[in-house]
Structures are given as structure tokens and as C-alpha cells.
């Protein structure tokens, strides 16, 4: 492949990545808010707050729609798997699994993770009338990521995608030769 095609498939992925996102960002709808009057639902003499504001939680907690997600995914795919073939042009199952593994490794850093800790042991106390701090704080255990597991599997997946498109790329170049 010349070099001037590889440049153009670079520049190609560039523009396919911005175009999804900002399209994805600025002209698709997003999550409605949960504010008014049909976020309430009578039920029983209670009013319950009910509100679906149509998001996923896979690029963040809540911000895009699954349509915006969906549109986000196809162009980190993409644009990895052009950037791929610019740089190695002949590996073509292997660029795949490269926009795989690109895709998953956004993914995984994007996972919405509730961070999971003990509060405070021993509260902080206010300054006195003379601005001194009278008292000390004691913090609990450092807080944990309860979907490291699931960011590893994510991972692993990508690293399967790369290994499996590299292992059927070798396989075509043995029945070529």
C-alpha cells in the first residue's frame, strides 16, 4: 500500500472519529431530564418518584442515549480499525481485532463504577468562634472499585479480538505461500 493511501486512511479515521462523536454529542438527543410533572407517579396515597431518562451506563453514569452510545461505539471502532490499516496494511483480520481491542479498552475505562467506601470514622468538626479547628477527622479504609473485575474482562476480551485476528491473518498468509 503507498504511502499516500496510508495517510488518507489516517486522516479517513480522524475525521470518521470526530463526525460520530460530534454528531453523537450535538445533533442525537440525549437523556431527558427527570423534572416535572410526569416524573411523579400517584400510587396509593404516596407519590412515587418514577423517572426514565432513557440513558445507559457503558461511556459514563447516565450520559448518552443507547442510540448516542451505539453511534460513539461504531466510530472509535472504525476509526481505530482505519488507523490500523494505515499501519499495518496487510494485517486485515488483526486491524479488526484492533478496533475491537480499541473499543473495549474505551469501554473499560468509561465503566461507570459507584466508588464504594466506609465513611469517615470520626467527623471533621467546624472551626470554633476564633477560626481555630478544635478536633480531628479519622477517614475509614480507602475507598474500592467494585468493577475492576468487569474492566479486566473487557479487557481481556480486546486481547482475545487482537490475538484471534492476528492468529487468522497468519493462517492466510500460510496458504498463500
Known amino acids: 500500500m503507498r504511502a499516500g493511501r496510508r495517510v488518507a486512511l489516517a486522516a479517513c479515521a480522524a475525521v470518521v472519529l470526530a463526525a460520530c462523536l460530534g454528531v453523537s454529542w450535538y445533533f442525537l438527543p440525549g437523556p431527558k431530564g427527570c423534572v416535572g410533572p ?67 479498552l474505551v469501554v473499560a475505562i468509561t465503566l461507570p463504577s459507584p466508588v464504594v467506601g466506609a465513611a469517615p470514622s470520626v467527623p471533621c468538626s467546624t472551626p470554633g468562634p476564633n477560626g481555630a479547628v478544635s478536633g480531628s477527622c479519622a477517614t475509614g479504609p480507602a475507598p474500592t472499585d467494585r468493577r475492576t473485575a468487569d474492566r479486566g474482562l473487557v479487557l481481556i476480551a480486546g486481547a482475545v479480538a487482537v490475538a484471534l485476528g492476528v492468529w487468522r491473518d497468519s493462517r492466510s498468509l500460510e496458504v498463500v505461500s
Open 38 to 104: 410526569g416524573s411523579f407517579v400517584p400510587s396509593g396515597p404516596f407519590a412515587q418518584f418514577h423517572c426514565d431518562s432513557g440513558a445507559v451506563d457503558i461511556f459514563g453514569a447516565g450520559v448518552f442515549t443507547l442510540f448516542q452510545t451505539l453511534v460513539m461505539a461504531l466510530g472509535i471502532g472504525t476509526a481505530a480499525l482505519l488507523w490500523s490499516r494505515a499501519i499495518m496494511p496487510s494485517l486485515r483480520a488483526g486491524s479488526l481485532g484492533l478496533g475491537i481491542a480499541a473499543l473495549a
